[in-house]
Every structure is written in C-alpha cells, then in structure tokens.
C-alpha cells in the first residue's frame, strides 16, 4: 500500500481546501485513490471494500443500478460522507457539481461562483468562469431565474473556477432536456481538455458515459465490477461499431437483457 | 457585487422607495403597486374609511352619538391640535407623550429582537444549546406576559424598566421562535455545498445559514413588532407618570374620551408605520424571493 494512503478517519480537508496548486513535490501520482472502502446504511452494504484508482487528468465515467452506490462514493470522495471506512485519498482541490445546481438562492449568480474563493480577486475569477461557461450575461442574475441548463452551467463555473485536479459530476444532466444535454457535453469536454482535471462523472445514461469518458467503471455489489478504457477520438460517433459493442457488454454488464437498449 | 450582496440584503435599483406608504394598508404586492392600472385602483382603499369617518362625524353631530361616550372626529382632531399646541398640567404635552412611549417601545423592540436571534442562533446552531437553553425558553413563553405584571411591579418597582422590560419579552419569543426555526429549516443540501466550497464555520454562517433562516426571522419579526406594540399600550397604563398611557389614564379620570381617542389613533398610526417597515425590510431583503414568484 502506497504510503499516501491515509485510514479516512484521520484524513483532513486541508488539501481540498488548498486552492492555489504550486508545483508540489508531494503531488500524489493518482488524482484519487481508494483503497477498501466500506459503508453500510443499517444492513445494507453499499460499498464493500471498494479500490479506485483515478490518474491526473482522466475522465472516468462511472455508471451502476440506480441503489448500486455511485453517490456514495462520489460523496465519499468530496469528504461528504463522514460514516465510510477505508483508505481514500484526492488530490485537492476537489471540486463537486450536484444533480440539482444547488446554487445559493439569495445570492447572485456571479457570488455564487466566488463563494469561498480564497483568491485575490474573487470577483474577477468567477467573472472568468462564468465567460468559459457562457453565462457573462446572467452574472448578476437571481439563481431562481435561470434555467435548468443555465443554472447547469453556473453549477460548472463554480466546480471550475477552483481549479480542481479532481472534479465530481454527480448525474448532473440528468434532469436536462436532451437538446441542453448534448450542449452541456461539449461544454464539459471543452472544460475538460482546457483545464485537465481528473473527472468522475457519475451517470446512469450509458450512452452519456460512452461520448465523453475515457473509462468507464460499472459499479455493482458494492465494488467494480467492469472497466472498459475507450480510446476513440472525441466527439464520437454514437454508432461507431466499437461503441456499439461496448454499448451492449455495458448493458450486459447492467444486467439489461441483451436487444434492449432504450 | 459589493458586501452586501452575499448578505441578501442587496437589490437592484429599482423604483422601490416610491410610496411606501401605499403598501402599508394590506400589504399590496411590491410588483402590482407599481403598475399604474392597479396604482390608480389603489385609490379606492382611501373610499371606506372616508365614509365610515364621515357617517362618524354625522352621528355625533345630530347627537345620535352622545359625545359622552364617544367623541366626534372633528373633537378629537381639535383635542390633538390642542394637545401638541398646549402644555397643560394634565396631559403635559402629545409630542412629548410619544416620544416617551416611542422611547420605551423602540428599546423593548431592539433589545427583545436582538436577545430572541442571538438566542435562536446559540439554540439552532448547537444542538448542546438547545438542550440546555430550549425548555427554558419554552416554559417561559407559555406563561402569560400579562400575569407577569403584578411581579414586575414588585420586582421592579413602577419606572421605566418593568415597562421596557415587558415590551422586550413579548418581543423575544415569536422572535426566538421564527429563527430558531429558520436555522433549524436551513436546506442541508446548501450546507454541504458550503462544505463543498470550504467555507469556515463563520462563512457557513453568514452566507448560508443566517440568510437561509431571514424569511422566518422577518415573519418572526412581524409578529415581535405586533406583540410589543400590545405589550406597551397595557404596559404603559400601569402606573405611569409620562408617555401615552399616562394621557390614557389621566383621561380616564377626567372622563375625556377625545384624549383617549387620539393616544388610541397613535398607537394605530405607530402600529401601521412599524408594519410598514418590516414589510419594506422583508422586499429589500427577500428580493431574490420576489423574482421568481414566491
């Protein structure tokens, strides 16, 4: 076991707290790494002695049944989650955008994304990601007049502008139309490949997982249990014969019965 | 976006201050009174109490009101005109009997709301604070304040403070109560965002938990501003010897209703104008309620 490891009891927040990132000679080789990770709610084993790696930069999509302990472990590695045991460690900051924005209704747009910003012009950072992220014009706007797409993207600025080396996406398009969806991939894709953080994108949409990750974990019985590394270029046709048969084994995988694909 | 944005007290610069006043009588919508169709209807509210005043004014003067047990408005007006004017030995003078009760209800109100959040957040943020501070603060609200006077003129004799201090209790507890809860309705989903976004305990507390728990805390003050204007008008009867409840009690004495009446219609007219300012408080605070349609 690698010595970064730290048991999660004793693990502190201090490094995802740390938002200027110098070249660190302790920069951990992995993004993230999880060793063993157990949590159970009452009876019920939701992650049971669950490893992960995640390497700097990647982009892995994680997708399982719905109950299968994907935010589990998502809030596992935010430091959301105080009850799991284990070895975990992220190379901070760490950086979470919700299913829902969560954007802070009595504040505006552009002081969300500055909230907790600990730069020298917050005002001036958050202005900047919310320009990457096309939402300039709606900077001073009231989080409870955007859109679900809109609200999306400013959930993204505000994950983007700390600059993370691990960034948690929580099925955050999965309560978006399908048009808004596509867009918000390509936006993620492009903060991705301009930013390079590590991302755990977690979904149940398969095909989601096949456009934009560069692997792609199935989480069952509490551990991995399929990791397919996807090389094709992006964007990526949805049809390309290696995706198509990927598609399927995902399903398999699933445990949805081979044909149905809907 | 300066400081007080992240406080929710911000709002654009809109038209806001324009008639305030048109708001206070049943609170019409911030959006609805400035449109002019609604504006212009709004005129009508003046309709009824304009003619309740007159057939008023009609009864006494036809002496179907006896002035007796009821003065006319025009008496009562002439009794107000002549109260400001005049220093009698009596009534002393009404200026001077407001700003004594304005006095006593402005120290009770400020320092009743301010022990009730301070004692909210020590309850809400802390769940050993709670335990501690919480079944006393429930045993005490359920006695009645009123009852309490008697013991507070033992206790603390006739001057100032038994007053003050009965107008600041009836103050505290809606509120304790309005933030206590608030805190505690605080979405925990916003909290792990700050958590999330590693805000320190006082960040937590300044940007999401105390503006998350100001819509109850303003409902709360609402009903503080109505309790302690009732706790005044009985406080101030009990033995005073200045302010409007002394005009009341003296008037009592020498039978003349007018005096009472016109103490009666301050009160009202105090009551209105403290109304109106929590509404206008809560429009410049909630505004990012407003928006998008409470």
């Known amino acids: 076991m690698a010595p970064r490891l730290r048991a999660v009891k004793e693990r502190t927040h201090s490094a995802e707290r740390d938002v200027v990132s110098p070249p660190d000679p302790l920069t951990p080789a992995t993004a993230a790494s999880v060793r063993g990770l157990n949590r159970k709610f009452g009876d019920r084993i939701v992650l049971d002695g669950l490893d992960l790696d995640i390497a700097h930069g990647e982009f892995i999509a994680l997708i399982g049944r719905s109950g299968s302990g994907k935010s589990t472990l998502l809030r596992a590695l935010a430091g959301l989650d105080q009850e799991v045991t284990g070895q975990l460690s992220a190379a901070g900051p760490v950086s979470v955008a919700f299913q829902e924005p969560r954007l802070v209704p009595w504040k505006r747009v552009l002081a969300n994304v500055a909230l907790g910003l600990r730069v020298a012009d917050p005002q001036a950072s958050a202005r900047t990601a919310l320009d990457e992220v096309g939402l300039t014009e709606r900077a001073s706007a009231w989080p409870g007049t955007l859109s679900g797409g809109e609200a999306q993207r400013a959930s993204l600025a505000r994950a983007l502008v700390r600059h993370p080396r691990l960034l948690l996406l929580d099925e955050p398009f999965s309560a978006l139309d399908a048009l808004t969806r596509i867009t918000m991939h390509q936006l993620v894709l492009s903060l991705w490949t301009q930013h390079q953080p590590a991302v755990l994108l977690v979904t149940h949409d398969v095909d989601e997982a096949l456009a934009l990750a560069d692997r792609v974990l199935v989480l069952g019985g509490g551990r991995i249990t399929h990791s397919s590394s996807i090389s094709l270029p992006r964007p990526r046709d949805r049809d390309h014969p290696n995706l198509v048969a990927l598609r399927l084994r995902l399903l398999t995988e699933l445990g949805v019965p081979a044909g149905r694909t809907d | ?294």
């Open chain 2, 1 to 294: 976006m300066p400081e007080t944005a992240e406080t929710g007290l911000n709002v654009g610069e809109q038209a806001e201050l324009t008639a305030p006043v048109a708001m206070i009588p049943g609170g019409v919508g911030a959006a609805a009174a400035r449109s002019p169709a609604r504006r212009q209807r709004s005129w009508y509210r003046v309709v009824s109490p304009v003619v309740v005043v007159g057939l008023w004014q009609a009864a006494s003067s036809t002496g179907i009101l006896p002035a007796s047990k009821l003065a006319s408005p025009a008496s009562i007006a002439h009794t107000a005109y002549t109260l400001v004017v005049t220093n009698s030995p009596t009534y002393g003078t009404l200026q001077e009997s407001l700003l004594v009760s304005c006095e006593r209800w402005a120290v009770g109100l400020a320092v009743g709301v301010t022990v009730g959040v301070l004692l909210a957040v020590l309850t809400g943020l802390s769940r050993v604070g709670e335990a501690i501070l919480d079944p006393i603060l429930q045993a005490l609200r359920s006695i009645p304040l009123l009852g309490l006077i008697p013991l507070f003129i033992v206790w603390f004799g006739i001057g100032e403070l038994p007053k003050v201090l009965f107008v600041m209790l009836s103050a505290l507890f809606p509120m304790y109560i309005n933030t206590f809860a608030g805190i505690r309705g605080v979405d925990s989903k916003l909290g792990e965002v700050g958590h999330v976004l590693g805000l320190r305990r006082h960040e937590m507390l300044r940007h999401i938990v105390l503006p998350g728990a100001l819509p109850a805390a303003l409902t709360g003050l609402q009903l503080s501003v109505v309790f302690s204007m009732i706790a005044l008008v009985v406080g101030e009867q009990i033995n005073a010897t200045s302010g409007l409840g002394f005009m009341i009690t003296q008037a009592q004495q020498f039978l003349d209703n007018s005096v009472i009446m016109v103490a009666l219609i301050i009160y009202a007219i105090l009551g209105l104008l403290a109304n109106g300012a929590v509404r206008l408080l809560e429009r410049k605070a909630l505004a990012w309620r407003r928006d998008f349609g409470q």
